[in-house]
C-alpha cells in the first residue's frame, strides 16, 4: 500500500472511530436528560401550579450563581423501576454554596412523590460517604413520600439502605460536618428522621410537612381525626414542637435562608498539596474519539490518550522500559499533581512488581493516584504461574488496596477479572470511580466467557458419549456472549451504582481537578501496608 492509501484509509479509519464515539455520547446525553426531567410532563406541571420549584431550579437557586454543580450518580436505577426515570427520585452532587463545597442531596417529588426505592437508598448513602471523606456539608432538600413499601427488602433491612442514611448523619456531625436540612413537601414515617437528625431545619410554610403518622395513619392507630398542617405543618413545629428551626414562606426564601445558614459556617479547609500553573493538554481531548476503536477487540494506544488528558501531554514516566504493559508516571491534571496508572496490555509479573513500587513512592510523597484502567486481566499460563504472578499480583493489590493517598478510577476501555481490581476496581473503594460511554467491565471478557462454558458443555457431553457439532456450539455461545456483553456496559455499571457515573473524555479534565480539589483539602494518614509476600 503507497502512502498516500494509507493516510486514507486510516483517516477512514479515524472518522469511523469517531462517528461511532459520538453514537455513544448521543445514547449518553439522551439519557441524560430523562434524569435531569424527573416525572411526566403532567406530574412537573401539577408540582410548578403549587408554587414549588423543580427539584434542579431548587439546586441552581441554592448554589453560587454560575458555580458548577458535579452530579454524582444521574443514572442509578435508569430501567430498574417501572415509569421511574434515571437517577432514582435523587439529585446528588457537590455544588459551591457561599463558596464553600457542599454536598447536596435533592429529592425529586416529580419522580413517584420523592419515595425511595433501594437505588434511591444506596445512592443518598453514597453521596454521604462521599460527603464524609471529603468533609462536604451535606444541604438535603427533602420532599419525599418515604419509602416505596413493595421494594422493602431493598430498602429496609440492611447495611447500607434507609438506616445508613440516619447514621451516617450521627457520625458526620459528631465530627464537626454540618447537616442542614431544608423540608420542602412531604417528610413522613422514617423519612422525617432525616430533617431531624440534623444540626438545623428550615421548613416551608403551608408545604412543608414533617410527622412520624400521617393524619390517615393516626386515625386508623388511635382514632384521632386531625388534619395535616395541625399534625406536622411548619408553623406547629416552628412554634411548639420546636424540631424546626427556621421557618420559610416559600422555596426561593428557604433556599436564601440555608445560603445564609452555610454562609455562618467555617470556610473551606486550605489545600494541603500545591496547584502548578495549568497547562493545555498536547492534543484537543476530542482525539480520543478518534483513538478508541468501537470494536473493543481493536486495542487502544494508551499514550496519545494520556497526551490528550495531561498538562503538557507530559508524563515523568518510572521504569519506561520494565514492565511496559503498565505505563507508570507523575503528572499533572489541570495543576494538580498525580501518580498515573494506565494500562498498555495485559498485566505480567514485572508489571505488578512495578505498580507496587510506584505506589509505594506516590504514597510516600502524598501523591493522589490515577488509574486509567484498560485491561483484559493478569497474564495466565505455565511461564506465568511459575514466574510467580500470583504473589507479584498480590503484592500490587495490597500496595493499591492500602494506598491512603487519594485515588480515583477511570475506566477507558474495558476493565476484566483481577485487573479490573487491581487497577482499583469499586470494591477498594477509590474517592470516585467513572467510565467513558465505551468502558466495560466483567469477571471475563463475553468471548472468553463463552468458549470456558463451551468448553465445560463439551467435555460434559463427551463423557457421556455424545457428541457436539460446531452450529450447535455456536448456538450455545451466542446469547452467553450477549449477556457478558450487556452486563458489561458502562450503563449497566451506572443504573446499578458500580460507578459514580459515565463520563465523556471532554468531561473528564474539569471532573478530576475539581475532585483533586476537594481531596487536596483533607488530611491523609500515613499508609499502613499489609505483609508483602516475597
Same mark, same amino acid.
Given at each position: 500500500?503507497?502512502?498516500?492509501?494509507?493516510?486514507?484509509?486510516?483517516?477512514?479509519?479515524?472518522?469511523?472511530?469517531?462517528?461511532?464515539?459520538?453514537?455513544?455520547?448521543?445514547?449518553?446525553?439522551?439519557?441524560?436528560?430523562?434524569?435531569?426531567?424527573?416525572?411526566?410532563?403532567?406530574?412537573?406541571?401539577?408540582?410548578?401550579?403549587?408554587?414549588?420549584?423543580?427539584?434542579?431550579?431548587?439546586?441552581?437557586?441554592?448554589?453560587?450563581?454560575?458555580?458548577?454543580?458535579?452530579?454524582?450518580?444521574?443514572?442509578?436505577?435508569?430501567?430498574?423501576?417501572?415509569?421511574? #426515570?434515571?437517577?432514582? /427520585?435523587?439529585?446528588?452532587?457537590v455544588?459551591? +454554596?457561599q *463558596?464553600?463545597?457542599?454536598?447536596?442531596?435533592? &429529592? @425529586?417529588?416529580?419522580?413517584?412523590?420523592?419515595?425511595?426505592?433501594?437505588?434511591t437508598?444506596?445512592?443518598?448513602?453514597?453521596?454521604?460517604?462521599?460527603?464524609?471523606?471529603?468533609?462536604?456539608?451535606?444541604?438535603?432538600?427533602?420532599?419525599?413520600?418515604?419509602?416505596f413499601?413493595?421494594?422493602?427488602?431493598?430498602?429496609?433491612?440492611?447495611?447500607?439502605?434507609?438506616?445508613?442514611?440516619?447514621?451516617?448523619?450521627v457520625?458526620?456531625?459528631?465530627?464537626?460536618?454540618?447537616?442542614?436540612?431544608?423540608?420542602?413537601?412531604?417528610?413522613?414515617?422514617?423519612?422525617?428522621?432525616?430533617?431531624?437528625?440534623?444540626?438545623?431545619?428550615?421548613?416551608?410554610?403551608?408545604?412543608?410537612?414533617?410527622?412520624?403518622?400521617?393524619?390517615?395513619?393516626?386515625?386508623a392507630?388511635?382514632?384521632e381525626?386531625?388534619? #395535616?398542617?395541625?399534625? /406536622?405543618?411548619?408553623?406547629?413545629?416552628?412554634? +411548639?414542637? *420546636?424540631?424546626?428551626?427556621?421557618?420559610?414562606? &416559600? @422555596?426561593?426564601?428557604?433556599?436564601?435562608?440555608?445560603?445564609?445558614?452555610?454562609?455562618?459556617?467555617?470556610?473551606?479547609?486550605?489545600?494541603?498539596?500545591?496547584?502548578?500553573?495549568?497547562?493545555?493538554?498536547?492534543?484537543?481531548?476530542?482525539?480520543?474519539?478518534?483513538?478508541?476503536?468501537?470494536?473493543?477487540?481493536?486495542?487502544?494506544?494508551?499514550?496519545?490518550?494520556?497526551?490528550?488528558?495531561?498538562?503538557?501531554?507530559?508524563?515523568?514516566e518510572?521504569?519506561?522500559?520494565?514492565?511496559?504493559?503498565?505505563?507508570?508516571?507523575?503528572?499533572?491534571?489541570?495543576?494538580?499533581?498525580?501518580?498515573?496508572?494506565?494500562?498498555?496490555?495485559?498485566?505480567?509479573?514485572?508489571?505488578?512488581?512495578?505498580?507496587?513500587?510506584?505506589?509505594d513512592?506516590?504514597?510516600?510523597?502524598n501523591?493522589?493516584?490515577?488509574?486509567?484502567?484498560?485491561?483484559?486481566?493478569?497474564?495466565?499460563?505455565?511461564?506465568?504461574?511459575?514466574?510467580?504472578?500470583a504473589?507479584?499480583?498480590?503484592?500490587?493489590?495490597?500496595?493499591?488496596?492500602?494506598?491512603?493517598?487519594?485515588?480515583?478510577?477511570?475506566?477507558?476501555?474495558?476493565?476484566?477479572?483481577?485487573?479490573?481490581?487491581?487497577?482499583?476496581?469499586?470494591?477498594?473503594?477509590?474517592?470516585?470511580?467513572?467510565?467513558?460511554?465505551?468502558?466495560?467491565?466483567?469477571?471475563?471478557?463475553?468471548?472468553?466467557?463463552?468458549?470456558?462454558?463451551?468448553?465445560?458443555?463439551?467435555?460434559?457431553?463427551?463423557?457421556?458419549?455424545?457428541?457436539?457439532?460446531a452450529?450447535?456450539?455456536?448456538?450455545?455461545?451466542?446469547?452467553?456472549?450477549a449477556?457478558?456483553?450487556?452486563?458489561?456496559?458502562?450503563?449497566?455499571f451506572?443504573?446499578?451504582?458500580?460507578?459514580?457515573?459515565?463520563?465523556?473524555?471532554?468531561?473528564?479534565?474539569?471532573?478530576?481537578?475539581?475532585?483533586?480539589?476537594?481531596?487536596?483539602?483533607?488530611?491523609v494518614?500515613?499508609?499502613?501496608?499489609?505483609?508483602?509476600?516475597?
Amino acid at each position: 500500500m503507497n502512502t498516500a492509501r494509507r493516510d486514507a484509509a486510516a483517516s477512514d479509519s479515524r472518522a469511523s472511530n469517531r462517528a461511532a464515539y459520538q453514537a455513544l455520547i448521543d445514547d449518553l446525553l439522551a439519557a441524560r436528560q430523562a434524569a435531569w426531567l424527573g416525572g411526566n410532563a403532567a406530574t412537573r406541571e401539577r408540582h410548578v401550579k403549587r408554587g414549588k420549584l423543580l427539584v434542579r431550579e431548587r439546586i441552581d437557586s441554592l448554589i453560587d450563581p454560575g458555580a458548577p454543580f458535579m452530579e454524582l450518580a444521574e443514572l442509578a436505577g435508569e430501567g430498574l423501576y417501572e415509569g421511574v #426515570a434515571p437517577g432514582a /427520585g435523587l439529585v446528588t452532587g457537590v455544588g459551591l +454554596v457561599q *463558596g464553600r463545597a457542599c454536598m447536596i442531596i435533592a &429529592n @425529586d417529588p416529580t419522580v413517584k412523590g420523592g419515595t425511595y426505592f433501594g437505588m434511591t437508598c444506596r445512592k443518598h448513602v453514597r453521596a454521604q460517604r462521599f460527603a464524609w471523606q471529603h468533609r462536604l456539608p451535606c444541604i438535603t432538600l427533602v420532599d419525599s413520600g418515604g419509602a416505596f413499601l413493595p421494594d422493602q427488602a431493598n430498602i429496609f433491612p440492611d447495611e447500607g439502605l434507609f438506616g445508613s442514611i440516619f447514621h451516617n448523619q450521627v457520625g458526620m456531625s459528631a465530627e464537626g460536618i454540618a447537616q442542614i436540612a431544608v423540608v420542602m413537601g412531604a417528610c413522613t414515617a422514617g423519612g422525617a428522621y432525616i430533617p431531624a437528625l440534623c444540626d438545623e431545619v428550615v421548613i416551608v410554610r403551608g408545604q412543608g410537612y414533617m410527622f412520624l403518622g400521617g393524619p390517615q395513619l393516626v386515625q386508623a392507630a388511635t382514632g384521632e381525626r386531625i388534619d #395535616a398542617e395541625t399534625l /406536622g405543618g411548619a408553623l406547629m413545629h416552628s412554634r +411548639v414542637s *420546636g424540631v424546626t428551626d427556621h421557618l420559610a414562606e &416559600n @422555596d426561593g426564601h428557604a433556599l436564601a435562608i440555608t445560603r445564609r445558614l452555610v454562609g455562618e459556617l467555617p470556610p473551606m479547609p486550605p489545600l494541603l498539596r500545591p496547584r502548578a500553573p495549568v497547562q493545555a493538554p498536547a492534543r484537543p481531548v476530542l482525539d480520543v474519539h478518534e483513538l478508541i476503536h468501537p470494536d473493543p477487540r481493536k486495542p487502544t494506544n494508551t499514550r496519545e490518550v494520556l497526551r490528550c488528558l495531561l498538562d503538557g501531554g507530559e508524563l515523568t514516566e518510572f521504569k519506561q522500559a520494565f514492565g511496559d504493559t503498565l505505563i507508570t508516571g507523575f503528572a499533572r491534571i489541570d495543576g494538580w499533581q498525580v501518580g498515573v496508572l494506565a494500562n498498555q496490555g495485559v498485566l505480567f509479573t514485572e508489571s505488578a512488581i512495578k505498580a507496587t513500587h510506584f505506589i509505594d513512592l506516590c504514597c510516600k510523597r502524598n501523591v493522589p493516584l490515577l488509574f486509567l484502567a484498560d485491561v483484559a486481566g493478569f497474564m495466565v499460563g505455565q511461564q506465568a504461574e511459575q514466574g510467580g504472578i500470583a504473589k507479584a499480583g498480590a503484592r500490587f493489590i495490597t500496595a493499591m488496596s492500602a494506598a491512603a493517598v487519594p485515588k480515583f478510577t477511570l475506566i477507558i476501555g474495558g476493565a476484566y477479572g483481577a485487573g479490573y481490581l487491581a487497577m482499583c476496581g469499586r470494591a477498594f473503594k477509590p474517592n470516585a470511580m467513572f467510565m467513558w460511554p465505551n468502558g466495560r467491565a466483567a469477571i471475563m471478557g463475553p468471548e472468553q466467557a463463552a468458549t470456558t462454558l463451551a468448553m465445560v458443555k463439551r467435555q460434559n457431553l463427551e463423557q457421556g458419549g455424545q457428541s457436539w457439532s460446531a452450529s450447535d456450539e455456536e448456538a450455545f455461545k451466542a446469547p452467553i456472549r450477549a449477556q457478558y456483553e450487556a452486563f458489561a456496559d458502562a450503563r449497566n455499571f451506572a443504573r446499578h451504582l458500580w460507578v459514580d457515573g459515565i463520563l465523556t473524555p471532554a468531561e473528564t479534565r474539569p471532573t478530576l481537578s475539581l475532585l483533586l480539589d476537594l481531596a487536596a483539602r483533607v488530611p491523609v494518614e500515613p499508609t499502613r501496608f499489609g505483609v508483602f509476600r516475597m
